[in-house]
């Protein structure tokens, strides 16, 4: 069995990046991050294979030494659910792929294909990353062309066709 959760760690105001991961905290360093490879501009990590801890130890290296790392469900009115909930599904293993959709522009090298994000609110203003992810409606949501094309990459590797 092959188990996949995608998540956009930024604008998706449907499903927190944390529950769509399986997460206790938002993935250390995300607005740092590089993507993972040029046909894949919004996926900026995935795990590759089924794993239990999540965030990786080494995601933290992203991080400040005073970054605050907390599960963010500390002091919600349902932690004792949400607690029970990812420690019963979270040793299973999940593969997980963290994306980020932003408002970006096009960087002034010609050399660099890297689109820079705009800055404050620019960056983040009337992006829905929800239907981005999914390629909800393909005249507004076409950034998100990669991230199927990386799902349908994960599933013809699982199946045998890429081999």
């Not at 991961?21 to 740092?32: A, D, Y």
């Not at 599904?89 to 970006?104: C, D, E, K, T, Y």
């Not at 096009?106 to 992006?127: E, F, I």
Request: hydrophobic share 35%; net charge positive.
């Amino acid at each position: 069995k092959h188990r996949v959760c995608y998540g956009n760690t930024c604008n998706d105001f449907l499903v927190r990046y944390q529950t769509a991961t399986l997460s206790p905290c938002n993935l250390p360093g995300w607005k740092k991050r590089d993507s993972i490879a040029l046909q894949y501009p919004h996926i900026i990590q995935d795990t590759q294979s089924h794993v239990t801890e999540f965030p990786l130890p080494d995601d933290f290296s992203f991080l400040a030494p005073m970054a605050d790392t907390k599960p963010y469900f500390v002091g919600d009115a349902k932690e004792t659910h949400i607690r029970t909930m990812m420690d019963a599904l979270a040793p299973i293993g999940w593969r997980r792929v963290s994306a980020r959709f932003q408002r970006a522009a096009p960087s002034m090298s010609s050399t660099n294909a890297r689109r820079r994000k705009l800055p404050g609110l620019l960056g983040d203003a009337g992006v829905n990353a929800h239907n981005a992810l999914l390629v909800v409606r393909p005249m507004m949501d076409s950034d998100g062309k990669d991230t199927v094309a990386h799902l349908c990459q994960v599933l013809r590797e699982q199946c045998g066709f890429d081999q």
